[in-house]
């Protein structure tokens, strides 16, 4: 046999070779992404719309806010929620799930109340919002770290955990400055857990009492002034 026989069947065992090294990488890859349980997939998209939600409102808080601790809570928002979307977007490319472009319908729609409101009602539906907002990111990382089976997806609800808890007692310190009510308490655990779905629906129900009562308290300001 030639050398150059020799030198073209060594090239193309070592081209056979890396085939099967990159079909094997990309199996394992096709194999994690189906492999992770609904409850990964729902927490990669929920916390990823809470978050792209945070930093729009944030924004807002910061271009609209009337009160000093408003704009500042909104710049934190910003801040904290882009390097936690950061992470959780390098997560959800590991395991092969395309997430959300856009924060969900709910989300959304208070976006666009808040875009229409100013001053003292701005203030109190902002806060009132993002303490609805953080319980139920609350609720959606727990029922995560409870029920979730990759161990990355729920290593990034473990990181996560502690800022927004952190934010959501930020603002219910804020909602008791503002006399506004903070009745969504920020420790949850096993509040998920053991209520299932009825907690989304709780937290939309609290949540509408907050933004109602900061309104109201908003209107009663104006009239009195």
């Given at each position: 046999m030639s050398r150059v026989m020799v030198v073209f069947r060594r090239c193309a065992l070592v081209a056979v070779?890396?085939?099967?090294?990159?079909?094997?990488?990309?199996?394992?890859?096709e194999a994690r992404s189906t492999a992770l349980s609904p409850t990964d997939r729902?927490?990669?998209?929920?916390?990823?719309?809470?978050?792209?939600?945070?930093i729009a409102t944030g924004k807002l808080a910061q271009a609209k806010g009337q009160s000093a601790e408003v704009k500042e809570l909104g710049a934190m928002l910003v801040a904290d929620h882009t390097a936690l979307d950061a992470a959780l977007r390098e997560v959800a490319a590991s395991v092969r799930v395309s997430l959300p472009a856009t924060p969900n319908a709910e989300q959304r729609a208070m976006q666009a109340q808040l875009s229409k409101a100013s001053g003292e009602e701005f203030d109190a539906m902002f806060v009132a919002g993002q303490l609805k907002g953080h319980a139920a990111a609350m609720a959606l990382g727990e029922?995560?770290?409870?029920?979730?089976?990759?161990a990355s997806v729920k290593k990034a609800a473990a990181d996560s955990a502690p800022v927004i808890m952190k934010h959501h007692e930020m603002f219910m310190a804020q909602a008791k400055a503002m006399g506004l009510p903070a009745s969504v308490h920020s420790g949850l655990s096993g509040?998920?857990?053991?209520?299932?779905?009825?907690?989304?629906?709780?937290?939309?129900?609290?949540?509408?009492?907050?933004?109602?009562?900061?309104?109201?308290?908003?209107?009663?300001?104006?009239?009195?002034?």
């Open positions: 070779a890396a085939l099967v090294v990159v079909a094997g990488g990309v199996g394992t890859a729902a927490f990669l998209a929920g916390a990823h719309q809470s978050n792209l939600a945070e029922k995560e770290l409870s029920n979730g089976t990759d509040v998920a857990a053991s209520a299932g779905h009825q907690v989304p629906a709780v937290l939309m129900g609290l949540g509408c009492l907050l933004i109602a009562g900061g309104l109201v308290l908003a209107m009663r300001r104006r009239t009195v002034g």
